[in-house]
Antibody, heavy 123, light 110 residues
Framework: EVQLVESGGGLVQPGRSLRLSCAASGFTFDDYAMHWVRQAPGKGLEWVSAISWNSGTRGYADSVKGRFTISRDNAKNSLYLQMNSLRSEDTAFYYC????????????????WGQGTMVTVSS | QSVLTHPPSASGTPGQRVTISCSGSSANIGSNTVNWYQQLPGTAPKLLIYGNNRRPSGVPDRFSGSKSGTSASLAISGLQSEDEADYYCAAWDDSLNGWVFGGGTKLTVL
């Protein structure tokens, strides 16, 4: 079964750091680009970051650039999001999603999504 | 404020055909393909349409997508109660160098 399982969310104070993980199974992980997408409570979807199949290229939304770092370990079939200098506006459900191709700029869409992990930034 | 614009809500009765629009600009929809996602209440999003009008395996042919200029549409025919969900369009934005989503349309089946 194709599956993505996120972990690492929780309650964190403003200015602190958190690292999210996403474990992939059921497909050849290193064939595909991967994304992080977030959704604030009661709000719409916001693309956060993406990484190509071989970590050669990475992209970030302006709202997180310089604070968040995406990475992957193909040997462990895992995707990560290191979140530093967290702000209250980063409070959201964070989903990892598989791209339909090896490039995160493709037209194939985000075809597999995890169930998400909640990050709450509050003092 | 989302880069792509949806109507916040739409509705229809069972069996009816409904369309959901998505408006963008030359930087996104005007020069790139559009994807659509369905998010049922309390669940993760699901890819519904990619490449403007292509359906992933398992998506019923009641769902169809189209694009014209800087706008796109999702059509749902033979509306069913289980189609009640939030629907989002998405496209690559050449100016922002990233993916952008619409704010979402909440579809209610009356």
């Amino acid at each position: 079964e194709v599956q993505l399982v996120e972990s690492g969310g929780g309650l964190v104070q403003p200015g602190r750091s958190l690292r999210l993980s996403c474990a992939a199974s059921g497909f050849t992980f290193d064939d595909y680009a991967m994304h992080w997408v977030r959704q604030a409570p009661g709000k719409g979807l916001e693309w956060v970051s993406a990484i190509s199949w071989n970590s050669g290229t990475r992209g970030y939304a302006d709202s997180v650039k310089g604070r968040f770092t995406i990475s992957r370990d193909n040997a462990k079939n895992s995707l990560y999001l290191q979140m530093n200098s967290l702000r209250s506006e980063d409070t959201a459900f964070y989903y990892c999603a598989k791209d339909g191709s090896s490039s995160w700029k493709s037209k194939n869409g985000f075809d597999i999504w995890g169930q998400g992990t909640m990050v709450t930034v509050s003092s | 404020q989302s880069v792509l614009t949806h109507p916040p809500s739409a509705s229809g009765t069972p069996g009816q055909r409904v369309t959901i629009s998505c408006s963008g600009s030359s930087a996104n929809i005007g020069s790139n393909t559009v994807n659509w996602y369905q998010q049922l209440p309390g669940t993760a999003p699901k890819l519904l349409i990619y490449g403007n009008n292509r359906r992933p395996s398992g998506v019923p042919d009641r769902f169809s997508g189209s694009k014209s200029g800087t706008s796109a549409s999702l059509a749902i025919s033979g509306l069913q109660s289980e189609d009640e969900a939030d629907y989002y369009c998405a496209a690559w934005d050449d100016s922002l160098n990233g993916w952008v989503f619409g704010g979402g349309t909440k579809l209610t089946v009356l």
